[in-house]
């Protein structure tokens, strides 16, 4: 004891005593770990594949938390503890990899040093995007099987504001496909792709959105209706909440929402102007023939266009028209609204 004391109190001691004492320390806390945490994949042949996203600069908490969270590993802090002993924390590579329930710190570390073990690719989907053209991007890209994403889509409903028991909707999952860039992994299945989407969607319409829908006595169904004809219809972010306003003010007076969107989603071919002809097919889609809102959506809508439906701008018009750099006209009576077209050609 003495000699320890003797230790203290002498500088350089002192230095080699908490030299050693931290050595000792990460040691132990090493055998701890090796211990717990042997090299190598746990038994998990029956395990079930976890799908693990390492995104661009994330720290090595962040990656241990995500680990934790899905269950890949058992404690987030000795996975820390271990990157950092073995100074691999700058190592782990971004990308996708495939891991199981409860893998051993060391074999998880091992294939995040290697790489991404997944063949993925990035896909922007725009705002506005059909299920068919959503399909179309992804069966070019030997994402999905373009014919079984079309067949899921006419039924798929995993949340429960999305049932709709109207026997006319095309499509189920059509307005709730939110629209974003994402990394797919290819050949994955349509409800994998779907679910990655449809989530996406629910994460967005929080509980704020909810609450407004609720006081606006929107259910989802009638709001991305509304959301995907806004925005089939605005080409600018200013015009979103006015045209919302005015499907609500014609849907006030039981006046027929008439919106050319709503016929080219009804035609087996989009046309660049439509005839009177069109605006007579015989579809439920058709808003000219039918009033209040089509069955469905006619698109998935971004969130700039679910807001406007959501925050509309107040007005008492009836009639809008773009001109021919997309910029919309309104007005109040038919007759103004003549006068404008005329005006604008």
Same mark, same amino acid.
């Given at each position: 004891?003495?000699?320890?004391?003797?230790? *203290?109190? =002498?500088?350089?001691?002192? #230095?080699?005593?908490?030299?050693?004492?931290?050595?000792?320390?990460?040691?132990?806390?090493? &055998?701890?770990?090796?211990?717990?945490?042997?090299?190598?994949?746990?038994? =998990?042949? =029956?395990?079930?594949?976890?799908? #693990?996203?390492?995104?661009?600069?994330?720290?090595?908490?962040?990656?241990?938390?995500?680990?934790?969270? *899905?269950?890949? #590993?058992?404690?987030?802090?000795?996975?820390?503890?271990?990157?950092?002993?073995?100074?691999?924390?700058?190592?782990?590579?971004?990308?996708?990899?495939i891991l199981q329930k409860d893998m051993s710190d060391s074999a998880v570390m091992e294939l995040l040093i290697k790489g991404p073990t997944l063949n993925t690719i990035k896909v922007t989907i725009p705002e506005g995007y059909t299920v068919e053209k959503i399909a179309d991007v992804l069966s070019k890209d030997n994402i999905?099987?373009?014919?079984?994403?079309?067949? /899921?889509?006419?039924?798929?409903?995993?949340?429960?504001?999305?049932?709709?028991?109207?026997?006319? &909707? *095309?499509?189920?999952?059509?307005?709730?496909?939110?629209?974003?860039?994402?990394?797919? /992994?290819? =050949?994955?299945?349509?409800?994998? #792709?779907?679910?990655?989407?449809?989530?996406e969607f629910n994460k967005k319409y929080d509980e704020e959105l909810r609450k407004r829908a609720k006081d606006k006595n929107l259910s989802a169904h009638e709001l991305v209706v509304l959301a995907s004809l806004v925005e089939a219809e605005a080409r600018y972010e200013n015009d979103r909440p006015i045209i919302a306003q005015v499907f609500f003010n014609r849907l006030k007076i039981n006046m027929p929402l008439q919106s050319d969107t709503t016929i080219q989603y009804a035609m087996k071919e989009r046309k660049e102007e439509l005839m009177i002809k069109d605006t007579k097919i015989d579809s439920p889609y058709n808003t000219y023939m039918h009033y209040g809102l089509p069955p469905g959506a006619v698109g998935n809508p971004g969130m700039a266009s679910i807001k406007a439906v959501l925050y509309p701008q107040n007005n008492d018009y009836l009639y809008f028209v773009a001109d021919s750099t997309g910029h919309n006209h309104y007005s109040r009576t038919y007759q103004e609204h003549l006068r404008i077209i005329d005006s604008i050609k």
């Amino acid at each position: 004891m003495k000699f320890i004391r003797y230790i *203290k109190n =002498n500088t350089i001691g002192g #230095i080699l005593l908490k030299y050693i004492t931290g050595i000792a320390v990460l040691f132990i806390m090493a &055998v701890i770990i090796g211990f717990h945490y042997p090299s190598g994949q746990t038994d =998990n042949a =029956n395990n079930k594949q976890i799908v #693990i996203e390492i995104k661009s600069g994330m720290q090595t908490a962040q990656i241990a938390a995500l680990l934790k969270d *899905k269950d890949v #590993i058992d404690h987030d802090f000795y996975f820390r503890l271990l990157a950092k002993i073995k100074g691999l924390d700058k190592q782990l590579k971004v990308g996708s990899y495939i891991l199981q329930k409860d893998m051993s710190d060391s074999a998880v570390m091992e294939l995040l040093i290697k790489g991404p073990t997944l063949n993925t690719i990035k896909v922007t989907i725009p705002e506005g995007y059909t299920v068919e053209k959503i399909a179309d991007v992804l069966s070019k890209d030997n994402i999905v099987d373009r014919n079984e994403f079309l067949r /899921l889509a006419k039924s798929y409903t995993p949340y429960e504001y999305m049932k709709n028991n109207d026997p006319n &909707v *095309k499509y189920k999952v059509e307005g709730y496909l939110f629209p974003d860039t994402y990394e797919f /992994l290819i =050949n994955s299945s349509p409800k994998q #792709i779907m679910d990655i989407m449809l989530n996406e969607f629910n994460k967005k319409y929080d509980e704020e959105l909810r609450k407004r829908a609720k006081d606006k006595n929107l259910s989802a169904h009638e709001l991305v209706v509304l959301a995907s004809l806004v925005e089939a219809e605005a080409r600018y972010e200013n015009d979103r909440p006015i045209i919302a306003q005015v499907f609500f003010n014609r849907l006030k007076i039981n006046m027929p929402l008439q919106s050319d969107t709503t016929i080219q989603y009804a035609m087996k071919e989009r046309k660049e102007e439509l005839m009177i002809k069109d605006t007579k097919i015989d579809s439920p889609y058709n808003t000219y023939m039918h009033y209040g809102l089509p069955p469905g959506a006619v698109g998935n809508p971004g969130m700039a266009s679910i807001k406007a439906v959501l925050y509309p701008q107040n007005n008492d018009y009836l009639y809008f028209v773009a001109d021919s750099t997309g910029h919309n006209h309104y007005s109040r009576t038919y007759q103004e609204h003549l006068r404008i077209i005329d005006s604008i050609k």
